[in-house]
């Protein structure tokens, strides 16, 4: 498990949008919960994705509010899981 985040996140900071590194291993690790591959490269395609609609900020924002067990706002909830959604609908 740990040498599939350690490749991802080479991965995703040479591809990625915005993100910092230490967001974007957060959020593969919390995705990829079993850590089999095809659940980590649709992990990199969703936070790639969701990193191109939305800033760092936001999902900041977006996280902590999920992790309280709070709901952001419509709007952002909205990007956040149509951004993902591409990624699940096209089976990548």
Known sequence: MKKILFFTLIYTSL?????????EYQFIQ??????????????????SEI????SQAEMIEFSIKAASGQIASDQLNTKIMEAAMKCTSTNK
């Open 15 to 23: 591809f990625s949008e915005r993100y910092e590194i230490f967001l």
């Open 51 to 54: 990193e191109k609609v939305t």
């Open 30 to 47: 919390g995705c990829a919960e079993n850590g089999n591959e095809k659940n980590v490269q649709q992990c990199i395609c969703m936070l």
